[in-house]
């Protein structure tokens, strides 16, 4: 079977493929404690269901809805967004899509030629750099320097005249590092003046925490706005990572070009959780804080167990999203592995906890533990870690 180059230089998703071998070993009847994959563990608010079950009884959802999203959907978000931030976007700047994964692997092919390079900071998500090449784009990573966060220094390093766009993921995943304003103006500004587009990842921005506060590098200032494409959706804040719905916002040539790309790929988001999410976006945020401050109690509860890991190192105190991103180089060695990956893999076999090797997010002496998950389970997850470094 011929395949074509552009699937076999593709990486698969190491957070999926970690999450699919704990299902698989929780279905053999093993006990397993998922830290892999970063999603909410609570099932999505009931009010939000019943907005989906009743577009379906109504027939409303049996159609297809226009490519962008439904316009009372367009206009929710747009609500919801000038709410947050004070930016209104019009139905024009918006185009809702199947999961915030689709409006960034949309926006690389409609945004590069061949050998255009996309900036994406190292620690980073593991789709970026393989959504970049499926679109024939160059991934060139920034090491960051300053507490899990890329400087203007360490950026311009890494600047080339094919230098098309920087993605900025704050709250970070795999880090849950927070930019501050200040930060994000610099970086605003020299994107602006070297002509390279902002691509503002902001899908954890509800999830802060301790006190931690955002502003999105939209709010900044208009000329930064006009050249950003915010990212987002309703995965992470409304417990709704199984409906699939994200969105982009940005300049309208380039939403009316995704558009057109979307339009020939899934026609539309499948319209229930179109429905669903208005329901969502368009809520008072209480649901949202209820579920903020249940993962807030669970940093803090596990963040200090996890310092006491012989071998786990986590100077800072993460800020926001749902992750830890330890060094645990020592632990590996520790427990007589020569590579973080093999120590990670031999933690899932032995204790049954699943957690995702660094190296999907380019730091492979660490390890991204999600805490999106029950507390007790945490507890004994770490626990296990602990006896399972002490041991060897
Ligand atoms: N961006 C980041 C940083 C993520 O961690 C994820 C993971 N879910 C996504 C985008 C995509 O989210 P979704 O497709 O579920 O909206
Ligand atoms: N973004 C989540 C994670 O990093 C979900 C899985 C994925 O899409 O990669 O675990």
Redesign the pocket.
């Known amino acids: 079977m011929h395949l074509a180059k552009r699937i076999l230089n593709v990486a698969p998703s190491a957070t999926l493929a970690v999450s699919n071998l704990a299902k698989e070993m929780k279905a053999r009847g093993e006990t397993v404690f998922d830290l892999s994959i ?1 999603q909410p563990d609570f099932t999505t608010p009931d009010f939000i269901d019943q907005a989906a079950v009743a577009a379906i009884q109504s027939g409303a959802a049996s159609f297809y809805t226009p490519a962008a999203g439904l316009p009372a959907l367009k206009d929710a978000i747009a609500a919801h967004v000038l709410d947050q931030t004070g930016v209104r976007y019009s139905p024009k700047q918006l185009v809702v899509t199947t ?3 689709l409006a ?1 692997y949309g926006l690389f092919q409609v945004l590069l030629d061949p050998g255009d390079e996309v900036l994406i900071p190292v620690p980073g ?1 593991v789709s970026y750099v393989e959504q970049v090449r499926l679109a024939g784009g160059v991934p060139r990573a920034v090491m960051s320097s300053s507490h899990f966060k890329v400087t203007v220094d360490d950026l311009e390093a890494q600047r080339t005249k094919h230098t098309r766009a920087v993605i900025i ?1 704050s709250p970070s ?1 795999p880090t849950g590092a927070v930019y501050t304003k200040a930060e994000l103006t610099l970086i605003g500004n020299w994107a602006l003046r070297h002509d390279i587009l902002v691509v503002a ?1 902001d ?1 954890y921005r509800d999830l802060l925490y301790n006190g931690a506060t955002y502003t999105s590098i939209i709010q900044i200032d208009p000329a930064i706005t006009a050249n950003t494409v915010l990212i987002s ?1 309703a ?1 992470k804040s409304y417990a709704m ?1 199984g409906w ?1 719905i ?1 969105f982009a916002a940005g300049p309208e040539k380039l939403i009316a070009a995704m558009t057109k790309l979307l339009g020939h790929a899934t026609g539309n988001p499948t319209a229930a959780a179109q429905y669903a999410a208005i329901a969502a976006f368009s809520s008072d945020g209480q649901s949202v804080a209820a579920m903020r401050d249940a993962f807030e109690d669970r940093l803090n509860t596990v963040y200090p167990l996890l310092l006491q890991v012989p071998g786990f190192e986590l100077p800072d105190k993460p800020q926001g999203a749902f992750y830890l991103f330890p060094n645990v180089r020592r632990a590996a060695t520790l427990t007589h592995h020569t590579s973080v990956d093999d120590f990670v893999a031999a933690l899932l076999a032995e204790t049954g906890v699943a957690l995702v090797p660094g190296r999907a997010f380019g730091l492979p002496d660490h390890a991204r533990l999600s805490y999106a998950a029950a507390k007790a389970d945490l507890v004994e997850a770490i626990s296990r870690i602990q006896a399972f470094v002490g041991q060897n």
Do not use: E, M, P, V
């Open positions: 970063g999961g915030a994964k960034l998500w993921n995943n990842d899908i959706g995965s990572t699939r994200g």
